[in-house]
Antibody
């Protein structure tokens, strides 16, 4: 059974930092391209960024709207994906989903496995 | 960025009805479009990729069509479990963008 389990969400003050983790099981993590997608409460979906497999270079792409505040990384030995979020703003309040990126199905990917999401609330 | 616009924003239909949701892209995205279903309190689920390719396990009452800038998701015979919000996603170029969602309610 495929499982993606996010952790590390919570309440943080504006300007603060937070790191989300996503533990993966049920597929070969080291071969997978992974991504983060977020959803403000009651609103639509926003792509945050992705990381390729290390075999494919391990490079990352991030949404430019995030102005370099967020960084995606991975640890294949722990089968874990990370999202480091710095200089957080109130508008970053959202559910953050860890997803598997099926880059091979569409030119810049689509997302076939999703975690349950981690709620990040940025508020003073 | 490519803007994705869905219509309608919400729709109410009866079991057995045929329902169509439209997604328009602000520029040509060929057939690089995906559809997701999100039930309340759950993560989205990938239904269709490449405009019309169904993900394994998705009921055949779901179908997709279109190309270029206009796309549709059709549910041929609505079932109670189809009550959800549906999102389109373009996969032609970065940044990946989604439509704002269409809420489907069962009467």
């Amino acid at each position: 059974e495929v499982q993606l389990m996010e952790s590390g969400g919570g309440l943080v003050k504006p300007g603060g930092s937070l790191r989300l983790s996503c533990a993966v099981s049920g597929f070969t993590f080291r071969n997978a391209w992974m991504a983060w997608v977020r959803q403000p409460p009651g609103k639509g979906l926003e792509w945050v960024g992705r990381v390729k497999s290390n075999a494919d270079g391990g490079t990352t792409d991030h949404a430019t709207s995030l102005e370099g505040r967020f960084t995606i990384s991975r640890d294949d030995s722990k089968k874990t994906l990370y999202l480091q979020m710095n200089s957080l703003k109130t508008e970053d309040t959202a559910i953050y989903y860890c997803v598997r990126d099926r880059w091979e199905l569409l030119p810049v990917g689509c997302f076939d496995y999703w975690g349950q999401g981690a709620l990040v609330t940025v508020s003073s | 960025d490519i803007q994705m616009t869905q219509s309608p924003s919400s729709v109410s239909a009866s079991v057995g009805d045929r329902v169509t949701i439209t997604c328009r892209a602000s520029q040509d995205i060929s057939r690089w479009l995906a559809w997701y279903q999100q039930q309340p309190g759950k993560a989205p689920k990938l239904l269709i990729y490449g405009t019309f390719s169904l993900i394994s396990g998705v009921p055949s009452r779901f179908s997709g069509s279109g190309s270029g800038t206009e796309f549709t998701l059709t549910i041929s015979s609505l079932q109670p479990e189809d009550s959800a919000t549906y999102f389109c996603q373009q996969s032609n170029s970065f940044p990946i963008t989604f439509g704002q969602g269409t809420r489907l309610e069962i009467k």
